[in-house]
């Protein structure tokens, strides 16, 4: 059974920063692309950071200085450092694995970050 289990969501004031953490099971992590997504209420779901097998990463504009997604294979976990956060990035986060070779992809359950005074 796959499992993407994620953690490390809560309530931070703006400036404040949190770590998301993702951990997997049932994938070869190594060779699998791995991301975060976020959705607030009302909006789609974006792209906020992905990590490649590589190591090469992207990042949506709005994270861009703020956030650094990492990946430490050995343990199959992907974090998310989240700094300098501000109310806009209330959302549901969600971890997600690709393997485009395949196609194929895996999603977590999603964790609730709020910011908020």
């Known amino acids: 059974q796959v499992q993407l289990v994620e953690s490390g969501g809560g309530l931070v004031q703006p400036g404040g920063s949190l770590r998301l953490s993702c951990a997997a099971s049932?994938?070869?992590?190594?060779?699998?692309?791995m991301g975060w997504y976020r959705q607030a209420p009302g909006k789609q779901r974006e792209l906020v950071a992905k990590i490649d097998h590589n190591g090469s990463t992207n990042y949506a504009d709005s994270v861009k200085g703020r956030f650094t997604i990492s990946r430490e294979n050995a343990k199959n976990t992907v974090y998310l450092q989240m700094n300098s956060l501000k109310p806009e990035d209330k959302a549901v986060y969600y971890c997600n694995a690709e393997f485009l070779a395949t196609p194929t992809t895996y999603w977590g359950q999603g964790t609730q970050v709020t910011v908020s005074s």
């Open positions: 049932g994938i070869i992590f190594s060779i699998y692309t």
